[in-house]
């Protein structure tokens, strides 16, 4: 068994959905289960409407269902015969009736609540799972689609929920394996899971990656493929760098430390699982799937180069704590973190001086509490709008002098904190935002200048 997760852009359209037909036809013989993003920004487009209604533009807010509703009718039909197209619309009708009931909740109410986030935010997963299961049966692939709601079960924390593993993966075992052993693709939305007592929750943006590794460790599958808009993991993003090379090889740890620090290519979570059941882990190119995309396996690969790759992070704030009083005094740092823990804020990088402590943030929605907390005892100052550019691979602890060549590369810019994890695979830089792109393009001439070819590929696109 092996689990096949197309992303947004990879089932965007009528062309899309019928590539990504192609691709799961070829893989038959390996039994895949798949597990599909909403379609392209399905997402997006939920959560602005429930903005919307919740400010008092319901007439937007409908306008913009309506159009969301069409967008599904227009691309599925195409791919479905006539005498299927009373069942789409049936189908769609249904949804979109309950997702107007909704809006109309949150409008009456004026507020857009973390449950009713996910509980809209869910249809574009709901649509696409139902509708590519459909489209896959009328191409002669037999499919069955799962709610994936009954199959990840999570916590309550809406908007981030976090898997409950065993029974989770027990789930999984009872509703996946019994469709596969009738040589049945089951076709589960990826994102959306629900509390025990089926409340709808969702596991974050970007989550459906997260859903494929949790799918794939509950029915031990032998791989994971994540397929999406480019070519694997690059040596940075692309869209920062057009000479960005794809990565052949990575390790687990190498690209969970990418996908914490901001590459978007692998929703942060969705490394766990897979490590823990040592399940390799392929990100492929739905557009090009004859290039041979990324593989992420246990082990570090030997390679010439000092890094494999560079991300960037954006939306980050430095909190800076400042206690004279507390000089020296034993118990400081537990009190900050005491503070950041209760407001369920995670702290990514830290920097600590005898009588300050500097920390980065991704999400500033508690701030304000943990401000008022920290200000009892010390001093604060927020400065937003900062970057997290971090190089990672490797050889960082084999080698020294890897931070004096990246200051070196990084010289005009302004590096407001420097730290080194313990894994010691990464070095991270905190910089403006408006200093982040640069400061990515510097670092990338410094490290792949030239490229071992065993390890990355030619860039698609030639340096000029
Ligand atoms: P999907 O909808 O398939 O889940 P995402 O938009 O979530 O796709 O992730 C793919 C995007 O990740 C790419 O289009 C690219 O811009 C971005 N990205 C950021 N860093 C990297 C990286 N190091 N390698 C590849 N892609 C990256
Ligand atoms: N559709 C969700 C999002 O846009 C989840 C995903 O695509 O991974 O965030
Ligand atoms: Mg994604």
Redesign the pocket.
Same mark, same amino acid.
């Given at each position: 068994m092996i689990v096949m997760k197309f !992303? !947004? #852009? $990879?089932v965007e359209s009528a062309v899309a959905i019928e590539r990504v037909a192609g691709i799961v036809r070829r893989e038959l013989a390996r039994k895949p289960v798949v597990v599909v #993003?909403a379609m392209g920004k399905t997402t997006q487009r939920l959560l602005t409407m429930g903005e919307k209604a919740a400010a008092g533009q319901r007439d937007q807010a409908f306008e913009m269902l309506r159009s969301l509703g069409e967008m599904h009718e227009r691309e599925i039909a195409r791919l479905l015969p006539a005498e299927k197209h009373g069942d789409l619309r049936r189908i769609l009708d249904c949804h979109v009736r309950e997702m107007a009931d909704l809006l109309q909740e949150v409008a009456d109410l004026g507020e857009f609540t973390a449950k009713s986030v996910d509980a809209l935010s869910s249809y574009g997963e709901r649509l696409s799972a139902r509708l590519i299961a459909m489209v896959f049966t009328a191409f002669g692939i037999e499919a069955a689609h799962v709610d994936a709601r009954c199959v990840v079960i999570t916590d309550s924390r809406h908007k981030a929920a976090a898997p409950l593993y065993s029974q989770t993966y027990s789930r999984a075992k009872e509703k996946i394996l019994p469709l596969v052993s009738q040589n049945k693709v089951p076709v589960l939305g990826g994102f959306i899971g629900s509390t025990e007592d089926g409340v709808t929750t969702t596991l974050g943006r !970007?989550g $459906?990656?997260f859903t494929a590794a949790i799918i794939g460790a509950g029915i031990a599958a032998v791989e994971i493929q994540i397929w %999406?808009?480019?070519d !694997?993991?690059? %040596?940075?993003?692309? /869209?920062l760098v057009r000479e960005a090379r794809r990565v052949k090889t990575i390790s687990f740890a190498e690209a969970a430390e990418?996908a914490y620090f901001g +590459? /978007?290519?692998l929703h942060p979570s969705t490394l766990l699982p897979a490590i823990e059941n040592n399940i390799p882990i392929l990100v492929l190119n739905s557009r090009r799937p004859e290039i041979g995309g990324t593989r992420i396996v246990s082990d570090a690969v030997s390679c010439s180069n000092l890094i494999k +790759?560079i #991300?960037c992070k954006r939306g980050v704030s430095i909190v800076n704590i400042r206690s004279t009083r507390m000089l020296m005094a034993h118990g400081f740092l537990y009190r900050i973190f005491e503070i950041f823990s209760r407001a369920e804020t995670a702290v990514d990088m830290l920097a600590t001086s005898e009588v300050s402590v500097s920390l980065t943030i991704d999400d500033p929605a508690r701030l304000a509490e943990v401000c008022q907390a920290l200000r009892e005892f010390s001093e604060v100052s927020v400065e937003d709008n900062q970057a997290i550019v971090c190089i990672v691979g490797d050889n960082i602890r084999h080698t020294p002098g890897v931070a004096a060549r990246a200051f070196g590369a990084l010289q005009g810019v302004n590096i407001r904190m420097i730290s080194q994890g313990a894994s010691m695979l990464n070095l991270g830089f905190v910089v403006a935002a408006g200093d982040a792109e640069k400061a990515v393009q510097l670092l990338h001439r410094e490290f792949f200048r030239s490229a071992d070819p065993e390890v990355f590929d030619e860039p698609a696109v030639p340096a000029i």
């Open positions: !992303g !947004g #852009s $990879s #993003s !970007g $459906s990656d %999406t808009d480019v !694997g993991v690059m %040596t940075c993003d692309p /869209k990418l +590459a /978007k290519v +790759a #991300s």
